[in-house]
């Protein structure tokens, strides 16, 4: 049976794309929340400076010497965009902006100049070929399974296993970091750990789904979780859920109109950003209409309130508390003057009579409270 699984090229596809997934959602998870979420990006360009340097030193394409290598590169694009943003001369934005492009057109000078004919090719790099990834195997125990899921199982291992260690000081460096200094949890160096090993995550993930891939899976299910909840321990698991949603729901719609694989695995992360952008409960777009809608219906029914008390009992009663007093003098729309009172009928505010609004004891309540709270 296990033979089979692995045997299955449908499952090793979408166990690729799930493996990448959840080892970009674990780091991203903190990468958005500290704001660094486009080291990413910057990562996955520069770490081509970082295995053509290697490959030209030791003639390796792939094992640990090039993980390191390209890790490295990683690190080096933050160190320098750091330090470059630390000068004051141009903000981290910009330092980024200059500091991976820069690297990312060193490694593909050097390919150019140096390896014509190896296979490193910068569309490969960036955007990888996860249909091919069950051709290239490795025998364990008797089964034939794919180089890239031992890969990234192992990384997805590591990377488990770092974020459940260090929650607790990751979790205090995401949120205070000046705090998580004053306790000795070293948050630089937790800083510096999370994206190397961001960058190791990249180098693992770019021969079998590619750069944009893996910065998709970083960046757009820990940022859609931040959309639907502030706990942190949810956010990561909603991260890793939508991660691998994207994955089974990507590979399936790939299938269906025969497209990229990698590209629809991408674009359901973007789908569901979209969804959660519209419809989170609390943040969605949607929910927040609706809730500037009611905000709008309240300070309308207390204009309303106050303006039919600023003329209760008065001369210009009969004249000031009507429907057409609000469209004439108010200048409100007439659906807006119906709504209003629609509303204020509903809470019990007002009540009409022969065409004449006039205030209940509750509406005179609340318009006494308004005035008295502009007296104050």
């Known amino acids: 049976m296990i033979a089979a699984f692995f045997d299955s090229i449908p499952a090793m596809i979408v166990l690729t794309g799930v493996l990448v997934g959840i080892s970009g959602a674990l780091l991203g998870s903190f990468l958005v929340l500290r704001g660094n979420a486009m080291l990413t990006d910057a990562i996955s360009h520069s770490i081509v400076f970082g295995i053509i340097v290697v490959w030209l030193l030791t003639r390796q394409l792939a094992g640990p010497v ?17 330090a470059l943003a630390r000068s004051k001369l141009v903000k981290m934005d910009a330092a980024i902006g200059l500091v991976f492009p820069a690297l990312f057109a060193a490694g593909v000078i050097l390919i150019a100049l140096y390896a014509r ?11 990888g070929e996860i249909g091919f990834v069950w051709l290239h195997t490795v025998t364990l125990w008797g089964v034939d399974v794919p180089v890239s899921v031992v890969t990234l199982g192992a990384v997805l291992a590591i990377n488990l296993g770092f974020v459940l ?31 190397t ?15 944009i891939l893996f910065i998709a899976f970083v960046i757009v299910p820990p940022a859609t979780a931040y959309l639907l909840t502030r706990r942190l321990w ?10 691998v949603a994207a994955c089974v729901a990507g590979y399936a719609l790939a299938r269906h109109w025969n497209v990229s694989i990698a590209g629809m695995m991408a674009s359901m992360t973007g789908v569901w950003f979209v969804l959660a952008l519209l419809f989170a409960p609390r943040r969605g777009l949607v929910s927040q209409a609706l809730r500037a809608r009611a905000r709008r219906r309240d300070h ?24 057409r007093a609000l469209i004439d003098h108010l200048g409100w729309p007439e659906p807006r003057a119906r709504a209003a009172i629609l509303r204020a009928h509903d809470r019990a ?20 409270a308004i005035f008295g709270r502009r007296g104050a």
């Open 66 to 82: 090039q993980l390191i290598g390209a890790a490295a590169a990683g690190v080096l694009t933050v160190v320098l965009s750091e």
């Open 117 to 127: 004919d190896v296979h490193i090719h910068v569309d490969t790099v960036l955007l």
């Open 165 to 195: 260690v260090l929650w607790k000081e990751l979790k205090l460096a995401s949120f205070d970091p000046g705090l998580a200094a004053a306790l000795g949890f070293l948050p630089g160096v937790l800083h510096y750990a999370l994206l």
């Open 197 to 211: 090993l961001t960058s190791v995550t990249a180098v693992a993930a770019f021969d079998a789904v590619g750069a």
């Open 234 to 243: 949810l956010m990561v698991v909603l991260a890793v859920a939508l991660s």
């Open 300 to 323: 309308d029914c207390r204009a309303l309130v106050a303006h039919l008390f600023t003329h209760q009992n008065s001369p210009q009663m009969a004249e000031e508390n009507t429907l």
């Open 349 to 368: 505010l007002v009540e009409r009579r022969a065409g004449l609004l006039t205030l209940r004891p509750k509406g005179v309540a609340e318009a006494e």
